[in-house]
């Protein structure tokens, strides 16, 4: 028999559901309490976040009606947690990527870009470090008393896990690879879970996209003759110019056409009398 809290906390859960459009599944896996505590306060007003085990969540989203928000909890947080937001899902995860703050990697960590310890001075002064980095391999050497590195060095690629001894160089030369703030892995609206890779597209990327296939569109409907609001000025002055050299190829005597007879005429005179001359 589940206790009255339990009771209490499922009905909670089950009202904001109920309640909000967007519902997104969250991971605040090694997440500080001070920077959650930030991003709460920007959303006020739009999201509420709330800590939730997973079996409570499962009972709360069994006396929901909206369709596959039950597939929230296929994403499997480590830290799982809800947010209720009357933000899309792609404004919240922008604001909550937003909020990310970089930090130093810790070992365990997966990196998602390729680690480059970059050729140049370090901060470290000569002595004992120098071993560390050629343990990494990492060609390094000692210049006005300082660690120097000779030349760029690859020590993660994107996917590895951290290691100890990795984590801890790349805190003594003071580089953060990863970033600290709310994982957004997924959010329901309408029926349609959007997952983090759909969430978190390059905006700039995107948009250069749809320019490009507009581009690409246009050049093919000019090439076909297909006659849109955006093809038409160019199909008809496209059309003039092919008229024009037509009449002008077969010596017709029309408007705008022989202006173009006559100039061809006379450079051709031109061109006679320069040779009789000679």
């Not at 939730?52 to 709360?60: D, G, Q, S, V």
């Not at 947010?83 to 810790?106: C, G, H, Q």
Request: net charge positive; with cysteine; hydrophobic share 40%.
């Amino acid at each position: 028999m589940p206790s009255e809290k339990k009771i209490k906390v499922v009905e909670e859960m089950r009202q904001l559901i109920d309640k909000y459009p967007v519902i997104g599944m969250i991971d605040l896996y090694k997440m500080p309490s001070k920077q959650l505590q930030s991003i709460k306060k920007e959303l006020r007003g739009h999201a509420i976040i709330k800590m939730y085990k997973k079996r409570l969540m499962k009972l709360a989203i069994k006396k929901i009606k909206k369709k596959d928000v039950d597939k929230l909890l296929d994403l499997d947080p480590k830290e799982p947690c809800l947010i209720f937001s009357d933000f899309d899902p792609f404004k919240l995860s922008k604001i909550l990527e937003k909020n990310k703050s970089p930090t130093f990697a810790k070992a365990g960590d997966i990196t998602k870009h390729s680690i480059i310890i970059p050729a140049g001075p370090t901060p470290l002064m000569a002595g004992p470090a120098i071993g560390e980095l050629q343990r990494l391999k990492i060609q390094a050497m000692v210049k006005d008393g300082k660690i120097h590195v000779r030349k760029d060095k690859t020590i993660a690629k994107a996917g590895d896990e951290i290691n100890e001894q990795t984590a801890g160089l790349l805190k003594k030369l003071d580089i953060q690879t990863m970033e600290v703030g709310i994982n957004l892995l997924g959010a329901w609206e309408n029926g349609t879970i959007f997952k983090k890779d759909v969430l978190t597209i390059d905006e700039q990327e995107y948009l250069n996209k749809i320019s490009l296939g507009s581009r690409s569109a246009l050049n093919l409907s000019i090439e076909i003759g297909y006659i849109t609001k955006d093809s038409v000025l160019v199909l008809l002055q496209k059309g003039f110019r092919q008229a024009k050299a037509l009449g002008t190829e077969a010596k017709i005597f029309e408007k705008g056409v022989v202006e173009d007879l006559i100039s061809k005429a006379n450079a051709h005179a031109n061109v006679l009398k320069s040779k009789t001359i000679n």
